[in-house]
């Protein structure tokens, strides 16, 4: 198991599946980590009747979410591919493996075409996306304006 620490969620890498919880390194961090967390849940589970699946669509090009809780303390979600991206590292700047970055460019533009609009749209880059077989999909897709520092600080 390996553990990503974001800027907003520590995220358990699995093989399958991937955990992610509020960071409690500040206090700004673990609010925006809750506030992503409830935003991703809102494609679990839209109308809040606790129904899975009632925004879900497997065609939905994001990363499938498993369980979500009402608090947003915890999002389990599928683990998607992230091999493409050379540097791990979250504070250098992504390099996408060579080979991989023709049909990746066509890719993540996709992505972005087909969520413009979305709040979570500023934020599809190279680190936030991964692949599902030959689909590359949104794995991060809580990032909501009404938590950048302008509102709350940092
Ligand atoms: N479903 C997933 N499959 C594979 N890797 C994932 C998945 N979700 C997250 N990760 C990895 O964990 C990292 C951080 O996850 P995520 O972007 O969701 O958290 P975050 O708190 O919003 O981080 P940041 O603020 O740095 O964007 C991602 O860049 C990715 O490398
Ligand atoms: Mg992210």
């Known amino acids: ?6 800027s907003r969620r520590n995220v358990l890498i699995f093989k399958n599946f991937v955990i992610k919880i509020p960071s409690f390194k500040r206090w700004v961090s673990f609010i925006r980590g809750v506030n992503e967390n409830l935003e991703e849940r809102y494609w679990y589970s839209a109308d809040g009747s606790r129904k899975r699946g009632t925004k879900w669509n497997k065609s939905l090009r994001l990363a499938e979410i498993y369980y979500a809780d009402r608090f947003g303390f915890i999002v389990v979600s599928e683990r998607l591919d992230t091999s493409f991206l050379l540097n791990s590292n979250l504070y250098d700047e992504p390099v996408v493996e060579p080979s991989k970055k023709d049909k990746f460019e066509k890719d993540l533009n996709y ?8 709040q ?3 934020d599809i880059d ?3 996306v991964g692949y599902r077989g030959n689909d590359l999909l949104v794995l991060d897709y809580g990032y909501t304006p009404s938590t950048s520092d302008c509102y709350i600080g940092t």
């Open 111 to 118: 992505l972005r075409d087909l969520f413009k609009g979305y």
């Open 126 to 128: 190279p680190r936030n």
């Open 120 to 122: 979570f749209y500023d």
């Open 1 to 6: 198991m390996q553990i990503i620490k974001g």
